[in-house]
């Protein structure tokens, strides 16, 4: 069973991201406050669960939690200010659609950028730790595979239905035979030169 929170003084609201080291597509981040006495046996991280089971826990989540919200940087967005600081932008835009404001931010991962001076933590893989992150991730995963699979309908030849977005073999050799689309990260190295070595 995931911990509850970080602290019980402060609104908190857990955060984790999805997309970040896709090639193509947004990075999406979501943020999640429960009440004090949610707890949930099977809620967890994103990744140790399978696609029905997380739309499953979606729904939980989106019916139990006080707030959640989610939000997207766009890969145009995504090269101009790099992945990095476009994870953080993504967390604060969801924190900003909080209809119950944060008080204290609880963060997966080891950075980041502070937010309306609120205090915050970073735990190391948090999003098996603690149900609020796990929450997070779950969001952040489904709404991006979501819009991923709304994408693919019109650039099938990139196989984004099965990976959306990330660097499989199939997907670099997509793009080398046909180019990056308008939603492929310009800044990222979408195409391997070593890739003919792997095949």
Not at 31 to 38: C, I, N, R
Not at 104 to 125: A, S
Request: proline fraction near 4%.
């Amino acid at each position: 069973m995931l911990l509850s929170s970080f602290q019980n003084q402060l609104i908190e609201a857990g955060c984790d991201e999805a997309g970040r080291g896709c090639l193509a597509g947004p990075v999406f981040a979501a943020a999640v406050v429960f009440g004090p006495e949610f707890r949930h046996e099977i809620l967890n991280d994103s990744k140790k669960l399978n696609a029905a089971q997380r739309y499953v826990l979606r729904e939980i989540i989106e019916q139990e939690a006080i707030a959640f919200a989610v939000a997207q940087v766009e890969a145009e967005e995504i090269d101009r200010i790099n992945i990095l600081n476009a994870s953080f932008l993504a967390m604060h835009r969801a924190l900003d659609k909080l209809t119950t404001r944060a008080e204290f931010v609880l963060i997966d991962g080891n950075r980041f950028r502070p937010y309306q001076n609120l205090p915050f933590e970073c735990i190391v893989k948090g999003d098996g730790k603690y149900l609020s992150i796990a929450a997070a991730s779950i969001l952040a995963k489904t709404y991006r595979d979501d819009y991923m699979d709304r994408l693919a309908l019109d650039f099938p030849q990139y196989d984004w239905l099965c990976n959306k977005g990330y660097p499989t073999v199939k997907h670099r050799k997509a793009i080398l035979e046909y180019g990056i689309s308008p939603h492929h990260r310009k800044s990222f190295r979408v195409s391997d030169p070593q890739l003919m070595l792997a095949l």
